[in-house]
């Protein structure tokens, strides 16, 4: 191609194998003298876009060139620093005086409340009869209570009542007001009565029951733990 300055080439415009290398080698030289910027200058000379020398460079095999990196300024030479002194050495410090032993809390009516302390069939069926005895006597509340007086939580007791076949609140007897709160006929009162005086004693009969029943289940307990 020539080098004379060249009116814009029109829009479709297709260029020859020898044209494109022409542009290629005009670049590369410059880029080898100057470093860089032949892109720009082959598209002033040529009147051919930077886009498609850039085109035309890469179907060629021809990287860009980078920008030399500027040295860097050398740094000054530090001064040596200073030795530092050395440091006075700290006073020992005197022993801390022993710390008196606390003294042991007294434990709590009943079973010890050491923690992990293994509790025998003995104390388990001490806290067991409280339990059953208290809702006999109040109707409930004897789990809570037993837990205060042994210094237990409510999930062991409940744990060996449940273990010693023991329920939480004692049974129910039949509850029938006396027959003098009662308008039935003078015939029926003394059957009232009787059936009062049976009810008293299914109730008490229930109870020991259920505490003979506690006590052999205790008791078979520490026979099987024994064998």
């Given amino acids: 191609m020539s080098t004379k300055s060249k009116k814009s080439p029109g829009t479709g415009v297709r260029y020859s194998d020898a044209q494109k290398q022409e542009i290629v080698d005009f670049v590369s030289q410059y880029n080898s003298k100057n470093g860089r910027g032949g892109q720009s200058a082959a598209a002033k000379k040529f009147n051919v876009t930077q886009l498609t020398i850039s085109a035309w460079l890469k179907a060629a095999g021809v990287k860009k060139p980078k920008a030399a ?60 009869d409280f339990v059953n005895s208290w809702n006999a006597s109040k109707g409930r509340g004897g789990q809570s209570q037993a837990a205060k007086k042994f210094n237990l939580s409510v999930l062991t007791v409940s744990s060996w009542l449940k273990s010693g076949g023991t329920s ?11 027959p003098a709160a009662i308008a039935v006929p003078s015939s029926l009162s003394s059957k009232v009565s009787s059936l009062l005086q049976v009810g008293d004693q299914i109730r008490k009969a229930e109870i020991e029951l259920q505490q003979l029943r506690t006590k052999y289940d205790a008791i078979a307990s520490s026979v099987r733990a024994a064998l």
Avoid: C, F, W
């Fill in 168 to 178: 939480k609140r004692a049974p129910k007897a039949l509850v029938i007001s006396s």
């Fill in 69 to 128: 990196k500027a040295p860097k300024a050398e740094k000054a030479a530090k001064a040596p620093k200073a030795a530092k002194a050395p440091k006075a050495e700290k006073a020992a410090k005197a022993p801390k005086a022993a710390k008196a032993p606390k003294a042991a809390k007294a434990p709590k009516e009943g079973v010890n409340s050491k923690k992990g302390m293994r509790y025998t069939s003995e104390q388990k069926q001490e806290v067991i």
